[in-house]
């Protein structure tokens, strides 16, 4: 059975950096797709970026201009989101899902504020 | 970047049928745009309903479908119940980079 289970809730000062991870079970990163998508309270879903089978990365570079990084860890089943230079308006909850969006994680909300 | 819109509610009456569209900025929405359909309730994580375009995965309702139609990515759920109250989400692909669209806040009265 497909598990994918995120980290804790963060809360960050202006201008920082988080990290927030997926981990997973039942699920073969080498083979399958994890997408990263955040919702800001009472905004619509929003598209922050993919890994392929093959652990190259796209991210939404018109939202973020290059403040967001994924990478995995293929020995752990990991996956990992990271943003930086934080701004208020990054206050959201984190979601990875595979592939076809298919399987979620419980999401992990960023709160942004000094 | 493209700008995906869904309408912004909607209303369906018990046992009614209602379709949600999803459009694209940049013309007719097609197969290869490979739209993604999403229930999502007040607390919860989005579930998805229909995977490119038309697919269903086992925990999908009967009731709901996904279609192409007039140029946008349709769901039409056909005899509503007070459970499918919620809002709904798709997302369009375009070349490695997806955009949601707005959602719909479907209320079944």
């Known amino acids: 059975q497909v598990q994918l289970v995120q980290s804790g809730a963060e809360v960050k000062k202006p201008g920082a950096s988080v990290k927030v991870s997926c981990k997973t079970s039942?699920?073969?990163?080498?083979?399958?797709?994890i997408h990263w998508v955040r919702q800001a309270p009472g905004q619509r879903l929003e598209w922050v970026g993919i890994i392929n089978p093959s652990g190259v990365t796209t991210t939404n570079s018109q939202k973020f201009q290059g403040r967001v990084t994924v990478t995995r860890d293929t020995s752990t089943s990991t996956v990992y989101m990271e943003l930086s230079s934080l701004r208020p308006e990054d206050t959201a909850i984190y979601y990875c899902a595979s592939d076809h969006y298919d399987y979620w994680g419980q999401g992990t909300l960023v709160a942004v504020s000094s | 970047q493209a700008v995906v819109t869904q309408e912004p509610s909607l209303t369906v009456s018990p046992g009614g049928t209602v379709t949600l569209t999803c459009g694209s900025s940049t013309g007719v929405v097609t197969s290869g745009h490979h739209t993604h359909w999403f229930q999502q309730k007040p607390g919860q994580a989005p579930r998805t309903l229909i995977y490119?375009?038309?697919n269903k995965f086992f925990w999908t309702p009967a009731r709901f479908s996904g279609s192409l139609l007039g140029g946008r990515a349709a769901l039409t759920l056909s005899g509503a119940q007070p459970e499918d109250e919620a809002e709904y989400h798709c997302v369009l692909y375009y070349n490695v980079v997806r955009v949601f669209g707005g959602g719909t806040k479907l209320t079944v009265l």
């Open positions: 490119d375009t038309t």
């Open positions: 039942g699920y073969t990163l080498t083979s399958n797709y």
